[in-house]
């Protein structure tokens, strides 16, 4: 198991803990709005570090969005290995020929 199954598992253990005890709580009780703006928040320091920040706050924000994204694909009943088959499904096609079937 690596480190981001290991939070992917943390993360759903917290789940339902009380939310006062537990940020991840917290942010389930709290709905999907305050999810998704806390996923855009992080996206949003993690620009901001990759042109003005240091190589350690870029790594950092990267951390948070990927715990903040890991709460939102479970928020809607997905999984790392829903992203991990989709990334799969994608190896060997150009990012161009990819982007341009999605219309």
């Known amino acids: 198991m690596d480190t981001l199954?290991?939070?992917?598992?943390?993360?759903?253990?917290?789940r339902t803990a009380a939310p006062d005890s537990s940020?991840?709580?917290s942010l389930y009780a709290r709905g999907l709005p305050v999810i998704a703006r806390?996923?855009?928040?992080?996206?949003?320091?993690?620009a901001v570090a990759l042109l003005s920040g240091s190589d350690e706050e870029l790594v950092g924000e990267a951390a948070d969005i990927?715990?903040?994204l890991l709460v939102a694909l479970q928020a809607?009943?997905?999984?790392?290995?829903d992203v991990r088959a989709e990334l799969a499904r994608r190896e060997g096609t150009?990012?161009?020929v990819?982007?341009?079937?999605r219309t």
């Open 23 to 25: 940020y991840t709580s």
């Open 66 to 68: 990927l715990f903040h």
């Open 5 to 14: 199954d290991q939070l992917e598992a943390v993360i759903a253990a917290r």
């Open 98 to 101: 990819e982007k341009a079937s």
């Open 76 to 81: 809607r009943g997905l999984s790392l290995a």
């Open 38 to 46: 806390k996923l855009g928040e992080e996206g949003v320091e993690a």
């Open 94 to 96: 150009s990012g161009l």
